[in-house]
């Protein structure tokens, strides 16, 4: 199974992925409790065809830094200072180790329930791409929605006092706004701070 797999959306979905990992038991039960399995299964293959990229793509960037090492002529150049030869103080060796550092420190796998109310954050977004999006919102507009949106969350927990129960539905409808609405905030937080550092580094460097 060398190739990546999509996460499943149907029940007969999840049973193909049962049976491509060697899971042949009946079909049963015919329900979403099949789901948070198979969806695992998935996100635990497609981390480990990620991790056989990275590590194939360090051990490729490893192989070329040890056959340039082990070029005769490229030492005689250092030894000389054979000026047509460049001299490598070790800069190759720790280039790959940079890249490796970098690959791990990206190589972030999101929990399952990290996955699904990501998905949820998106399809509200999509449903509200009429309105224009956010990037031109002010921090205490998006503060003030962000407040309105946990006000709307608390009201479906405790319309139990007029219920037999909290409107789950509800807090899983509401839910999403209120993750959208921080998102925006750190989102704008994040493009201001891109933004200064731009700022700072295009500034012309003053003579001595």
Same mark, same amino acid.
């Given at each position: ?37 198979? /969806? ?6 497609? =981390? ?44 190759? =060796? ?23 109310? =990501? ?39 405790? =319309? ?11 807090? /899983? ?36």
């Amino acid at each position: 199974m060398s190739q990546r797999m999509e996460e499943p959306k149907t029940v007969g979905e999840c049973w193909a992925v049962f049976k491509r990992f060697g899971f042949m038991k009946p079909e049963l039960p015919l329900d979403d409790s099949l789901f948070p399995n198979a /969806l695992q299964l998935v996100q635990m293959h497609n =981390a480990h065809l990620d991790e056989i990229e990275r590590f194939t793509a360090a051990n490729t960037a490893m192989r070329e830094v040890l056959e340039w090492y082990e070029d005769d002529a490229n030492w005689c150049g250092i030894l000389t200072g054979s000026s047509n030869i460049h001299v490598d103080g070790g800069e190759r =060796a720790q280039s790959v180790l940079e890249k490796i550092q970098k690959n791990d420190s990206e190589a972030v796998i999101l929990r399952p329930e990290v996955s699904w109310f =990501a998905e949820q954050m998106e399809l509200t977004l999509r449903r509200n791409d009429h309105k224009g999006g956010w990037k031109e919102c002010s921090f205490v507009y998006l503060y003030q929605r962000l407040n309105e949106e946990i006000q709307e969350l608390g009201n479906e927990y405790f =319309a139990r006092h007029f219920h037999s129960e909290p409107k789950w539905e509800g807090i /899983l409808r509401e839910a999403p706004d209120v993750a959208n609405f921080a998102m925006m905030l750190a989102d704008l937080a994040r493009r201001t701070i891109d933004k200064k550092e731009g700022e700072r580094h295009d500034q012309p460097i003053e003579s001595p």
